[in-house]
Structures are given as structure tokens and as C-alpha cells.
């Protein structure tokens, strides 16, 4: 995507308008004062656990469980990088890998360990020197997986540049592979990896939002729901772009084959 997450975490935004609202309140029409107070409201309620957890099931509910993945299984495991925590210092500075690229990769390691003769493509190119695909393919190693099992691919950048450095890879990547992210993003990665032709089943790297609690501090807003919700509203908004970007692209697809013929 073309901005990071703190640009959609709502609690900037609710600040925001909350100022804008102070400063123009005299000034605004009756339509925009209560509509500004809608969004107000709805930015505090998903700051809560129980917005937040509602927006991540949201998310979640759109990932087709690994069991409706259709025979053959597939034997190409493709794990995203989430990241890093610092720059890393050398190839082997896991401590720099994100949580989620550790619980990515983790994720892949066992579904390997599953499937003989598995090829293990880790891909990231963010970072700095070192991309984020070179320590996590090391620590594979570490944990098992033989270098001539895994391939990386480290210069895609973002999602969508994910699946379409995977489908230049050679030698080629077969259509049909497993695509390892965690729960939320596997949504717009999907989406990614079917508009560059692969046919992907999901193997999510963390466990499905827990079962909605109506507590006392449910409805209060926390630290960790405003960050988990700025995660959901990034990836509901990278969906709704990755969507037109998949339209697009299939249109100049066919462009280019009525040109061909």
C-alpha cells in the first residue's frame, strides 16, 4: 500500500476531528456537525476491545479455512515477511525480525515439516542493507528446513509487489501454493496472488480473533485495541485498493491478449 498503518490508526483521527470539530463547530452546517459526530463516535468505539476484535473477524471471516484447500495439496510454501523491529545488524539478527514475520515464518516451518520435499519461498524485500527475507530464511535453517528447500525473494517492497516478484521467479513458482500471513492480511494478500495468476489456499500464522466477550472493559477504549484496529482499517482499506488494482490489471491483461491475436 501507498501509506503505512499509524496513517490509519483512528486515534490521530479522532484527535483530529475532535479538533477540527472544537475550532469550526459555529461554522458548520447542522448535516455536517452530526455527521462529523457519527464518525467521532464510531473511531472511539472500534478503539475499544470489543470494536477492534469486531473489525479483525471482519477480516478474518474472509479467509477460506486451510481445509477447503482442493487436492492435490500443494507442495510450494509461500511465507510473507512482516517486518522488522530495528535495522538488523547482521543475517542471523533475528531479534530484529517483527513479531509477525517471526510468527510468519514459524507458521511456514511447520507447515513444511508436513509436506516432504515442500519448497519454501520467504519473501520481503523491506528493510534496510539486509531485507527481511535473508535473516528468516537463515533462522529457517536453523530450525530445520535444508537450504536447498528454501528460495527467497527479496525486493518486493509490499503486498502486491509480493505476488509479482513470486510469479517472475525463476524457476517458476506452480500456480497452486500455500500463502503463509497472519490472519488479517491474508484478505488483500489473496487478492494479490490471484490477480498475478496463482491459485492460492491460506495457512494463517495466528490464531482466529477470540470469541466476543461482553466485559465491563470491553467498551472501554485500550492501547492494544487502537493498534489492533489500525491494523483492520489499514488492510479493509489496502482490500478496497488491491481490489481496483486487481480490476486494472486484469483489464490490461486483456488489452494485451486482444492486441496479441
Known sequence: ???????????PCALVLLVLLAVFWARLPGG????????????????????????????????PPARTCAAPVPTTIVVLAGGFEYPPRSPDDYGALHQSSLQRLFAGVALWRRIPDA???????????????????????????????????????NTWENAQDVAA????????IWLVSSGMHLPRALAAFRAWG???????????????????????????????AGVALHELIG???????????????????????
Open 239 to 261: 482490500g478496497v485498493e488491491y481490489a481496483v488494482r486487481a480490476w486494472w490489471h486484469a483489464r490490461r491483461q486483456r488489452a494485451q491478449a486482444s492486441q496479441t491475436r
Open 119 to 157: 519448497r519454501l519461498v520467504i519473501v520481503g524485500g523491506g528493510g534496510w542493507r539486509i531485507r527481511e527475507a535473508v535473516p528468516m530464511a537463515d533462522l529457517a535453517t536453523r530450525m530445520g528446513v535444508p537450504e536447498s528447500s528454501i528460495e527467497i525473494e527479496d525486493r518486493s517492497r
Open 169 to 176: 521467479l525463476s524457476p517458476r513458482v506452480p500456480r497452486r
Open 1 to 11: 500500500m501507498s501509506f503505512p498503518i499509524y496513517a490509519t490508526s483512528p486515534l
Open 32 to 63: 455536517v456537525r452530526w455527521a462529523a459526530i457519527v464518525i467521532e463516535v464510531l473511531l472511539v468505539a472500534v478503539m475499544t476491545p470489543l470494536g477492534a476484535d469486531t473489525l479483525a473477524r471482519m477480516l478474518e471471516a474472509r479467509v
Open 198 to 228: 496463482f491459485a492460492p489456499c491460506a495457512w494463517p500464522s495466528d490464531l482466529p480473533s477470540a470469541r466476543l466477550q461482553l466485559w465491563p472493559g470491553a467498551f472501554i477504549p485500550q492501547g492494544q485495541s487502537v493498534q489492533r
